[in-house]
């Protein structure tokens, strides 16, 4: 028997909303912002800002734009698969060529 869709679940591990979301909320904990005053800032409600982060939604890019804007991030902050794309030269893979 199929179970109907649950609203208040996140997306899929490791999904792209997801991964937004978690860097949407560590960064606004980071700068100490609460949901309201992000919400007051971005003009965004508290209540999608929280599905944003809880990976529920996905935001328009216009929306990202601000949000990003007012945590004083680049856009892209939100959309890397990796948090720090510097690659350190101990951690580089190798090409081992015969």
Same mark, same amino acid.
Do not use: C, W
């Given at each position: 028997m199929d179970?109907?869709?649950?609203?208040?679940?996140?997306?899929?591990?490791?999904?792209?909303?997801?991964s937004l979301?978690?860097?949407?909320?560590?960064?606004?904990?980071?700068?100490?912002?609460?949901?309201?005053?992000?919400?007051?800032?971005?003009?965004?409600?508290?209540?999608?800002?929280?599905?944003?982060?809880?990976?529920?939604?996905?935001?328009?890019i216009q929306?990202?734009?601000?949000?990003?804007?007012?945590?004083?991030?680049?856009?892209? &902050?939100?959309?890397?698969?990796?948090?720090?794309?510097?690659?350190? &030269?101990? &951690?580089?893979?190798?090409?081992?060529?015969?």
């Amino acid at each position: 028997m199929d179970t109907p869709p649950d609203s208040t679940r996140s997306a899929e591990p490791g999904s792209i909303s997801e991964s937004l979301g978690v860097r949407m909320r560590a960064r606004r904990k980071a700068l100490g912002l609460s949901l309201r005053a992000l919400a007051a800032t971005t003009g965004v409600s508290a209540s999608f800002l929280s599905q944003v982060e809880r990976g529920i939604v996905s935001p328009s890019i216009q929306t990202l734009n601000v949000v990003s804007r007012a945590l004083e991030v680049p856009i892209y &902050h939100f959309l890397l698969e990796s948090p720090d794309p510097v690659v350190r &030269h101990d &951690h580089r893979r190798r090409l081992i060529m015969p």
